[in-house]
């Protein structure tokens, strides 16, 4: 798909904000989003695409004299998993993102200077929300689908938590109800390495100089959770650079490269609040809550697939399997698969052709209105 | 990885079930049993299997599957949750054929348990003339490699309900590609049982 392009879509103006479920208030907000193929006349073939933390809006295509492919082209696009041609697809940003909807880096209209550390603290739920918004705006009633891997994984359960009345089926990729100790952890690293950076300043760096090695390690360590040991040895193994200074402590195996490389690439395209914000919005998320495992998905009447890899040790299997169980002591119609894959918790991106299979099957069976196959408690 | 079920075993388990029927099938393989209950029955069906090239190929069927062991798999579905639960040609082969049993009478209303038939009269004949583990149409495996765990004959499994007081509501009995009336334990390769408790 050629010349897609952002869109975007403003909501939640003053004195009509928008409540965050911290109780604090954000408006106007803004959304980038992008819509590629057709809304067809009842409005029923729209599929929501929901991305990961470093996402955004440009989930297929290429933009009009700029290179780089969306994030999911290979999965979504004319005759693909997500067919376009049968299907009117939607991404937007999320909030607290860096690529066009409102964030750290917005202005706030209250002091005319970018938030900042001000911005008020989200959640997914909060991202949702915002979302619902531009569904409603593009009146669309119904969900054919809400789709995505990792934080977009987690957006899917929120909106089958949430909206339950607004979708037809749900596609939770490499995801988790919650984040274990060892997952916030990670993240918890991340954000000490953006800290630490004395270019951060407590977040007020707009500007000035950015925070850029502080989120650059944060990056790095960021990639090394979302590849496995086995494809880390197929794409580096103990290889060396070319152009190596040895005993410098420069970079010189291909792997310390590899993460420079990716960390310094970041820091160009992201921003280091938003890195925080989004962050903590993940390790907040928890769909339990408290809740018994059983009562989680009471009465949805959505198709779910659940999708796991089986080298991701960042979202670990038995994670999905814990929300395919749910779906079972629920009666939700419901399958779960788990994809043999050595990319680790990245193969959501790249194992495109079993997973294309699965969606693409899925997606027609719901489509279709077969409920054949549905069995309810 | 089982034998493929022939069409009359899936004409006999067809017949068994009601009309609109919630169908559990455990160890579904490729679907193709749910999927012609549900053109023939209307069923709701729901399948587990372990195997994910079998899952991808269900999807493909407009089947929902879980991806997962039926040694452990059911302990998340309630007390008589489906109006059948079925275990054709997987019985054999699960680690513990009497707790699978148990759990899928406690989760079904009624089960259909299908099975190859260990002294069905090719298999003895092998056995005691030609001294070899019999491998027959309905034991295709040889013995270094077969996912059958259990060998069981359809006497034996007759005495295991009257042992567990289970009920056997029909029973039907393959031979080659066709109904068994006499002699089952000797001249069907196949049994199927319709239970309850």
């Known amino acids: ?65 700029d290179a780089p492919l969306g994030w999911w082209n290979n999965l979504i696009g004319p005759g693909k998993g997500i067919d376009t041609d049968k299907y009117f697809v939607l ?65 899917v359960l929120q909106w089958m938590v949430a909206y339950p009345e607004r979708i037809h089926s749900a596609i939770p990729i490499a995801t988790a109800m919650n984040h274990t100790p060892q997952q916030i952890a990670f993240n918890e690293v991340g ?47 103990r290889r060396y650079r070319t152009e190596k200074e ?9 792997v310390e490269g590899y993460l420079r490389y990716r960390g310094d690439n970041f820091v160009k395209r992201f921003d280091a609040n938003s890195y925080l ?18 009562d989680i998905f009471k009465g949805l009447t959505a198709k779910v697939l659940v999708i796991a890899f089986k080298s991701d040790w960042l979202y670990p299997a038995y994670q999905s399997q814990e929300i395919a169980k749910a779906c079972k002591l629920a009666g939700v119609d419901a399958t779960y698969c788990e994809v043999n894959s050595t990319y680790g918790h990245d193969a959501f991106l790249l194992e495109i052709k079993e997973e294309a299979h699965l969606v693409k099957h899925f997606l027609s069976t719901v489509s279709s209105g077969n409920k054949n196959g549905a069995w309810q408690a | 990885m089982k034998p493929q079920s022939t069409k009359i075993e899936q004409q006999i388990i067809s017949g068994w079930i009601e009309q609109g029927a919630s169908v559990l099938d455990l160890g579904c393989g490729d679907g193709e049993l749910l999927a012609l209950l549900i053109k023939e029955k209307q069923v709701r069906a729901q399948g587990i299997e372990i195997n994910e090239q079998a899952i991808h190929r269900c999807v493909a069927l407009g089947l929902s599957v879980f991806q997962e062991d039926i040694d452990t798999g059911l302990s998340e579905y309630s007390d008589k949750s489906f109006d059948f639960v079925i275990l054709n040609q997987t019985f054999q082969q699960v680690k513990k054929p009497d707790f699978v049993l148990k759990e899928a009478l406690r989760v079904g209303k009624k089960i259909i348990v299908g099975f190859p038939n260990f002294l069905y009269i090719s298999a003895r004949l092998q056995m005691f003339i030609g001294g070899k583990v019999p491998v027959t149409p309905a034991l295709p495996y040889e013995w270094y490699d077969t996912p059958n765990l259990h060998f069981l004959s359809i006497a034996d499994f007759v005495e295991y309900c009257r042992k567990k007081a289970i009920q056997i509501e029909n029973s039907a009995f393959i031979g080659k590609n066709r109904r068994v009336r006499f002699f089952p334990n000797l001249l069907a390769g196949i049994g199927l049982f319709l239970l309850k408790k």
């Open chain 1, 1 to 65: 798909m050629e010349n897609t392009e952002t869109k975007h879509f403003t909501f939640a103006q003053p004195p009509d904000e928008l409540t965050l479920e911290s109780g604090e208030k954000l408006g106007p907000i803004t959304l980038a989003y992008e819509t590629y193929g057709e809304l067809n006349q009842q409005k029923s073939n729209a599929i929501l695409i929901l991305h990961a933390l470093s996402g955004d809006a440009h989930a297929a295509g290429i933009h009009k004299g």
């Open chain 1, 246 to 254: 040895p005993y410098k402590f420069g970079a010189e195996f291909e």
């Open chain 1, 91 to 155: 991404c937007s940003n999320i909030i607290g993102g860096c690529k066009g909807s409102t964030g750290p880096s917005s202005v706030n209209p209250k002091t005319g200077k970018p938030y900042g550390a001000d911005f008020p603290i989200m959640t997914i739920g909060d991202i949702v929300n915002a979302q619902r918004h531009l569904i409603d705006y593009l009146g669309i009633d119904k969900l054919l689908t809400v789709i995505g891997g990792s934080m977009g994984g987690m957006q």
């Open chain 1, 191 to 237: 954000r000490q390495a953006i800290m630490a950076d004395s270019n951060w300043r407590k977040g007020n760096y707009y500007g000035a100089s950015k925070p850029a090695k502080g989120l650059a390690v944060a990056r790095m360590i960021g990639h090394i959770t979302y590849m496995s040991d086995v494809s880390m040895a197929e794409k580096f193994g």
């Open chain 1, 277 to 294: 914000y989004i962050t903590k919005a993940i390790d907040y998320f928890n769909i339990l809550n408290g809740k018994r495992l059983s």
